[in-house]
């Protein structure tokens, strides 16, 4: 079946982030996004795609800072909240009955119900299409130890992927295959 091109993104399956960053007045944002993914191992670099009018843009023009929040299923029903247009500098992670903690690199702080940490400083930025592609390298990266065990535990930590608009994946299950 040809859907069209703008369609494509409806065949893959991305995990979903939320990505938490700080206004100068140092009121924090949270917001999610499946555009994303890790770019380099060395210097470690993740990326994302952000509409340029989200105020997760607007924070990291100013301060370059953002935290990738990586969650559960458990975050599914909170969808709604965390991705709501509050004005700028209403938090969405008090929004959502979220707790924040303090990262140990960077000012944005980190979600504490996610089971995954990355604390990133853009070093990056480029306007393509209709979002700004955002390459922060990782300062620091942290996981829950009781979801890790030599990588990802997915029937642990149960990530929360997204399809489009209200459909979503969850349940995958770690296999191993052997490799050259
Ligand atoms: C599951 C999910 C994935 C999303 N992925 C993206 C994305 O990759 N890029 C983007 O610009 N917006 C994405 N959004 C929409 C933003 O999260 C939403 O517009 C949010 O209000 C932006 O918040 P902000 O203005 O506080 O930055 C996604 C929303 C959901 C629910």
Redesign the pocket.
């Known amino acids: 079946m040809k859907i069209g091109p703008q369609h494509s993104y409806k065949f893959l399956v991305r995990p979903?982030v939320v990505?938490s960053?700080i206004s100068k007045n140092g009121i924090s944002?949270?917001?999610?996004?499946?555009?994303?993914s890790p770019i380099s191992f060395s210097p470690p670099i993740f990326g994302?795609?952000?509409?340029p009018?989200?105020?997760?843009?607007?924070n990291i023009k100013e301060n370059s800072e953002f935290v990738i929040n990586v969650v559960g299923e458990d975050f599914g029903p909170l969808?709604?909240i965390?991705?709501?247009?509050?004005p700028y500098e209403v938090s969405?992670i008090e929004k959502a009955g979220l707790t924040t903690q303090k990262s140990t690199k960077i000012r944005p702080p980190r979600i504490k119900e996610a089971y995954a940490w990355l604390e990133c400083r853009m070093i990056d930025h480029r306007e393509l299409g209709d979002?700004v592609w955002i390459a922060g390298e990782v300062l620091e990266a942290e996981v829950k130890d009781e979801f890790f065990d030599d990588v990802i535990d997915l029937e642990k930590c149960r990530p929360l992927s997204?399809i489009s608009g209200k459909f979503?994946g969850i349940n995958p299950v770690r296999v191993e295959y052997e490799r050259a």
Do not use: I, Q, Y
């Open positions: 979903v990505v960053t944002n949270a917001a999610p996004f499946s555009f994303n994302f795609s952000c509409n009018g989200h105020d997760t843009w607007r969808m709604g965390l991705e709501k247009d509050f969405e979002h997204h979503f």
